[in-house]
């Protein structure tokens, strides 16, 4: 059996939701409502808005837990191809609820994972955003096409200082063995807008919880030689082929935006940045607003341009 072809959509190595003005769910507002407790105001467990992702798979001999869209049934087509949202270093598959419950509305089946060492799943350490882009690069024949939003790329990119505070020259420096990860403030940096205390909890949770969270951080960061990962990935999508999409916020703090012009200069044109979004973003495009590059991602993941 062939296997189906997915849209495979990176994130930065991530930054409470944020405040801004304004697997079968129709309309997303709606869908929030319906997953709230109306009496304690509490996201209800087991649905893809909750804190923790609810779904479970065993692969490899570890646990990897994600959420998946509630797929709108009238608009679901067989070409409508799947989505698979992979999150960055610190983060979890909790930074795609909104975009998931917009991907779901539209049609699409999407899902987002929980990487191994974060969230929900086996505390094994592994992942930087990059990764999910050397995953596409050695699985081309599954993905059909890219969205990368907020990933460094630039060969020059620096890590932003709470995960290059681990590569300090001197050992005094670095995070002291056991030290808790500051899941809440590290997802909440980054961008132009506040975090809800809400949401805040549920990145700190997984660190709160269980202090492996945090030492899978310190061993990623210990074995990671960030340079070299850059250039693998500057030299694998030198000869990339797929229809691509860069998203990037252009308020990011931690990667310039002009960064993302610099990488692309040497790159094929079926790798295109989105000129076409409706709102101000930074670090975590969707976490700062799900809606503003829910509408560029679906024009160009169903009629390959970027732009509504």
Known sequence: ???????????????????????????????????????????????????????????????WAFRSATVNSKLATPDKLPVVCLHGIGSSSYTYRNLLQLLGDAGHEAVAVDWLGHGASSKASYILGQYGMLYALENEDSVAKLV????????????????????????????????KFAGDLFNAAGGPYAMQYRDAQAYDAPYQQDPAASA?????????????????????????????LLLFGSSDQFVPFKSVFEWLDSKRTSMKLASNVEAKLGHNPQEDYAEAIAKPILKFIEFGGEEA
Do not use: C, H
């Not at 939701?17 to 709606?30: E, N």
């Not at 951080?217 to 797929?242: C, H, N, Q, S």
């Open 1 to 63: 059996m062939a296997r189906r072809k997915i849209v495979a959509v990176p994130a930065a190595p991530a930054q409470l939701r944020r405040t801004r003005s304004s697997s079968r769910l129709v309309v997303v507002r709606a869908a929030e409502l319906e997953e709230i407790d109306p009496m304690t105001g509490e996201v209800i467990s087991g649905t893809s808005m909750a804190a923790e992702a609810n779904e479970r798979v065993q692969v490899g001999g570890n646990e």
């Open 148 to 179: 990368i939003l907020n990933t460094p790329l630039a060969l020059k990119t620096a890590l932003r200082p709470e995960l290059a505070a681990y590569k300090n020259p001197l050992p005094f420096l670095r995070p002291k063995p056991g030290a």
């Open 216 to 244: 899978a951080i310190a061993a990623i960061m210990e074995r990671v030689d960030f340079p070299a990962l850059l250039k693998r990935v500057d030299e694998g999508y030198l000869t990339w082929r797929k229809p691509s």
